[in-house]
């Protein structure tokens, strides 16, 4: 589990891919990889990742493909600056939001605006995901913790101001237009909205059989039926 408060970014040093995965090498800053071992947790660009080699200020990760597929951890090459996070520990001060490092899709950058120390971002995302996108509600972009500021429905995209600390200690400036980010919703979110959305169609189904029924017994129906039809002819008279 993660808080959203990146650490800092570290550079990937190689990409070797495997018949289904691919193995990363990143190097760090090595005084943030005190304590660390084999096994360990880590946060690169908002995806969780399992340690599996400690050379010093290198470290391996394997990236399956379910996760190559969902994220952007793909496109990553020798050179790549990425974004990276050690899972908190029990007694660890939370200052974002709780993150799983399981990201649920890439959004893409559509617009970017700066002024006087101000910078925001307008990600564009699928449709299927903007009943989980609120204003004031939690987001992440690459394992960063942001608060959503605004969202646009009609046009599938949300905005996001960032501070200058954390523009400092993340790769945030590298992005361009059309540049693929990680983005993880809120599961607190998606668990509110997915639970009332099945109680309304339940409780919503079950009316609706009994108003229908209702109706079946009275020519209610067949009456609306018929306006409707007039209504169009005229319409188009």
């Not at 989980?132 to 995209?157: E, H, Q």
């Amino acid at each position: 589990m993660f808080t959203g408060i990146v650490m800092g970014t570290a550079i990937v040093d190689k990409v070797i891919s495997h018949d289904g995965y691919n193995t990363v090498f990143v190097r760090f800053p090595s005084n943030d990889l005190v304590t660390l071992t084999i096994g360990a947790s880590i946060s690169i660009d908002g995806v969780c990742l399992t340690a599996t080699s400690i050379n010093n200020d290198l470290v391996s990760f394997d990236i399956i493909y379910n996760s190559l597929k969902i994220s952007t951890l793909d496109q990553l090459v020798p050179g790549s600056k990425v974004n990276y996070e050690r899972s908190f520990v029990a007694n660890s001060e939370i200052g974002g939001h709780i993150l799983s490092g399981h990201i649920d899709f890439s959004g893409s950058v559509v617009k970017q605006c700066s002024f006087t120390n101000n910078y925001g971002l307008t990600i564009g995302f699928e449709s299927k995901w903007s009943q989980y996108i609120f204003p004031k509600g939690f987001i992440a972009i690459n394992g960063c913790s942001l608060t959503v500021s605004d969202v646009n429905r009609i046009n599938n995209t949300f905005d996001v101001w960032l501070i200058p600390e954390t523009l400092r200690v993340t790769n945030i400036l590298d992005l361009k237009i059309n540049s693929l980010v990680n983005i993880e919703i809120d599961r607190n979110t998606q668990i509110l909205v997915d639970t009332v959305r099945s109680v309304a169609e339940e409780k919503f189904g079950a009316l609706q059989s009994i108003i229908l029924a209702a109706l079946s017994q009275t020519n209610f129906v067949e009456d609306l039926s018929q306006t409707l039809q007039i209504g169009s002819k005229k319409d188009s008279i």
